[in-house]
């Protein structure tokens, strides 16, 4: 085989032809582009002007003298600071009872006072506490009183019974429970 040997002169002219080319190139790819180029409109776009700020996977926990009252986490959050309100969505709430039990209550919405923290949940509210499931459209907590409270019909059942009523009252304190209003019930009888 014989291999011409070629010089730095003879490869200055193709070189040179190829870089022009390159650059010509891009020249006219910047031109074309930036004629191409559509500023961008935004139509029918909606502030909303009385949130101070959003946020997502929003978790909150409230204490009183070092102890655990309630967990709260929610996918989102939009926080109003004037009304000191945070609206919630896809909440979840661990209360924590004064004889150490843990009552989780999940809802699609929620209300969070900023100042007091009362919480108030709302469409296909759950709450379970040791397996017993009570479902309610509403369901309010106070955090001074630790009262958890319903003013809408509720459903409660377990294993072995299902009860109805108008209304709810739960004291977390002392771990009592009142139901109002047409209270039914279902009780099954369990052999052991």
């Known amino acids: 085989m014989n291999f011409k040997r070629i010089t730095p002169g003879k490869l200055k002219t193709p070189l040179f032809c190829i870089l022009i080319l390159i650059l010509l190139s891009i020249a006219a790819l910047i031109f074309f582009d930036t004629k191409n180029i559509v500023n961008p409109s935004f139509k029918d776009?909606?502030?909303?002007?009385?949130?101070?700020?959003?946020?997502?996977?929003?978790?909150?926990?409230?204490?009183?003298?070092?102890?655990?009252?309630?967990?709260?986490?929610?996918?989102?959050?939009?926080?109003?600071?004037?009304?000191?309100?945070?609206?919630?969505?896809?909440?979840?709430?661990?209360?924590?009872?004064?004889?150490?039990t843990q009552v989780e209550i999940t809802a699609k919405n929620g209300r969070l006072d900023t100042k007091t923290h009362d919480i108030v949940l709302s469409d296909k509210v759950i709450v379970n506490y040791e397996g017993t499931l009570l479902k309610t459209d509403k369901l309010h907590y106070e955090k001074k009183s630790h009262i958890i409270y319903?003013?809408?019909?509720?459903?409660?059942?377990?294993?072995?019974?299902?009860?109805?009523?108008?209304?709810?009252?739960?004291?977390?304190?002392?771990?009592?429970?009142k139901l109002e209003g047409n209270v039914k019930g279902n009780f099954i009888e369990v052999f052991e």
Do not use: M, R
């Open 45 to 100: 776009i909606e502030i909303d002007s009385s949130a101070d700020i959003f946020l997502n996977n929003f978790k909150q926990t409230s204490t009183t003298n070092g102890v655990k009252e309630w967990s709260l986490k929610a996918a989102s959050a939009k926080i109003i600071n004037a009304q000191n309100l945070a609206l919630l969505e896809d909440v979840s709430v661990l209360v924590f009872t004064e004889k150490d």
């Open 150 to 177: 319903s003013t809408g019909p509720v459903e409660i059942e377990n294993k072995s019974s299902t009860i109805k009523a108008d209304s709810l009252h739960a004291d977390l304190k002392d771990s009592t429970l």
